[in-house]
């Protein structure tokens, strides 16, 4: 089975395509990052508009790569939400097009199951499993017992964790996207500053970083009001130290009580060094629970992903019509 896949909810135009839903022939993503930096976040109209430029040429290099055509696909997948809306309509308008010229079957694929089915390219998935998700939108703790169903159990309450660290990044004077500038900082630093652990109530499985973020600006406030310089290396690593134990702990927990065989990681933060690190070490020590994370170029925004969720789909015979819409709220339960 081929699946042709198409991601174009944010700031990336990516193409792939996908053979057997584990196999990645072709692999093609174009970063609009550049032209944001100077917004320090991504401006929608902007990326709209560069998907539209760029997708005709990310879909040719992706046919040239793996040395195939249109002809040669079962279907074609692509991110029908959630995301921006007029990022979302070019991708799902783009899939409709070709599905309807080469006359194949169309397969709208929710962004986050995506993010989740990375994992799928690196090694099969065993159920039921736990999915921590974090990323520039999302941090949410995903139940699967089986391919296709998505059951959210915790989510964060405020701030998603990528946007978290892009806010504290900021405070830093660093630039978008700020989390890979953390994570590096956070490398070379040490914890020393006293920052807070947001549990919420006893229990709970969701998440919130805005009060983190706000004490990481009164930190850098206080000093300067006191004239004193802070150390951008010991800030960063302890803002990312409260991030990386609140998931961790919170991730432990959840895939104890849910008594899972593996825990996925999933999303653009899936990326960072220490959360990585983290979560090696916690379940390297629980030996009934495999952990799987993501290499880094498929953690971050890219279609071989939204094609490896489209080929569950469409071996579970969903299928979309050519009246598809972009759906920038997609709820994963329900999609
Ligand atoms: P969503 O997937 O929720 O719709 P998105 O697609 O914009 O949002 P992703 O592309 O999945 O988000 O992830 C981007 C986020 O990941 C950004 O917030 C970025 O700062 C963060 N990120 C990337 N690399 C790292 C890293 N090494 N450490 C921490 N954060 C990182
Ligand atoms: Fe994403
Ligand atoms: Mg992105």
């Keep these: 089975i081929f699946i042709f896949g198409i991601e174009t909810s944010c700031d990336e135009t990516a193409a792939a395509i996908i053979k057997n839903g584990t196999d990645i022939i072709a692999n ?14 991504v401006v929608p109209e902007i990326a709209s508009r560069h998907h539209v430029e760029q997708i005709i040429a990310v879909f040719e290099e992706t046919l040239e790569q793996a040395g195939l055509t249109f002809q040669d696909m079962d279907a074609i997948a692509v991110t029908k939400g959630p995301g921006l809306v007029g990022a979302l309509l070019v991708g799902v308008n783009a899939a409709k097009a ?77 630039p978008y996207p700020g989390g890979p500038h953390i994570d590096r900082l956070a490398a070379a630093g040490q914890d020393t500053y006293s920052l807070p652990r947001i549990r919420l109530e006893e229990g709970s499985y969701d998440f ?8 990481v600006i009164n930190t850098v406030h206080n000093a300067e009001q006191r004239g004193e310089k802070i150390i951008p290396e010991n800030l960063a690593a302890s803002f990312q130290a409260s991030v990386v134990d609140v998931l961790t702990e919170k991730t432990v927990r959840a895939a104890k009580e849910y008594g899972v065989k593996q825990v996925l990681l999933a999303g653009g933060v899936a990326a960072n060094k220490g959360l990585r690190a983290s979560l090696e070490n916690a379940f390297g020590k629980i030996e009934s629970i495999d952990i799987m994370i993501p290499p880094i ?39």
């Design 208 to 215: 919130s970083f805005s009060g983190l973020k706000s004490a």
């Design 98 to 174: 070709i599905a309807f010229a080469h006359d194949l079957p169309l397969i709208g694929v929710h962004h986050i199951a995506g993010h989740i089915y990375a994992n799928r390219l690196v090694q099969e998935m065993s159920f039921p499993l736990m999915s921590l998700v974090v990323s520039g939108g999302h941090t949410e703790l995903v139940y699967m017992k089986e391919h296709g169903s998505f059951e959210v159990i915790g989510e964060t309450r405020d701030d998603a964790a990528g946007e978290a660290y892009d806010k504290v990044a900021r405070t830093l004077s660093l």
């Design 28 to 41: 093609v993503v174009s970063s609009q990052i550049e032209s944001h930096k100077r917004f320090g976040g």
């Design 297 to 335: 170029s498929l953690c971050t925004d890219n279609a071989a992903m939204i094609a490896a969720a489209g080929t569950i789909l469409y071996e579970q015979g969903k299928r979309d019509g050519l009246d598809m819409n972009g759906h920038p709220g997609l709820d994963i339960e329900e999609f």
